[in-house]
């Protein structure tokens, strides 16, 4: 199987791929010391699950790795995760104190060092009707943060308005590199961009589900510009509330726009003067428009700049940029990858 070329970040994904598996049990860290450098440097998510194959993926693509590292597409040849595998990782990635992530794991994740989001699963238990925990850990699925800085510069300028932004927002599938981008053009808005008269805005980042900025234990893994505050774990609703009546934001930024306290929580922010950057899962405009939640926002034509990822030419394509208030491509659909 070709090893897929490093790219100009091989050394610093390779360092974070070593930490990352340094936390889990030692048999598996073992295992996947073993795969080929040039998928270590590409690795999205690291799967464990009991009775399971071992798995990873890689820039969409999912792999069992063996017991000597090698990739394989027969499950048969994966190395089987065992009971005794997800309780040492699951103790490793919590630093032997799951008391002290109690709150995280009733989220059904944690996050560690570096930003990346170790989701589990398991048997829940509810007390008061609320959950209370996750115990008998029965798979750990964990995902590879990844900053790439300067990926929005090809883009930031469809976006500019003034002295401002537009109201943006991007779509995209699942793995396409949406927060990735989301990340940096925070970051670029928040530190300014000179070229275009952008001095530096205040920008408000409602994290709800700790991917954008990554905090670990207060700090953001993630340099988000500096500018910029962060609710860490807050929907979005409450978040814009809070940060509207303490921080005075230019700009509100959230992932993954979804149920109607997201679009209430965007109303609230449009009412106060302040732009929206945000994100939802979606192929096209088309589909975003059949969303319950989503479909009145779109007919009232919010967003001035909608942004459309996909992976067809790579993790990150830009389909295309659309005028959200005349429905034109910004671009002529030429594309390119961020």
Known sequence: MEELKNNKNSIYDLKRFNNIISRLDIILENVLKNIPIGYKNSVEEIRLRIQ???MIDVRGKDYFITENGQLTKDSMRGYIIKKENIKKSFERLCEYSIYAVEDEIRN???????????GISGKVIYKNKCISTIKDISSINIRIAREKIGVSKNIIGYLVDKDSIYN???????QCGKTTLLRDIIRSISNGISEYGIRGLK????????EIGGIYQGIPQNDLGVRTDILDRVNKYDGTLMMLRSLSPHVIATDELGDKLDIDAINNSLKAGVKILTTIHGANIEDIKNKPNISLIMKEKIFQRIIILDNSKGVGTVKDIVDGKTNKSLINNRGGII
């Open 168 to 174: 943006t927002l991007i779509i995209s599938p699942p």
């Open 108 to 118: 059904g994740f944690i996050t560690i060092k570096g930003g990346h989001r170790i």
């Open 52 to 54: 399971k194959p071992l």
């Open 203 to 210: 920008v408000a980042v409602i994290d709800e589900r700790s």
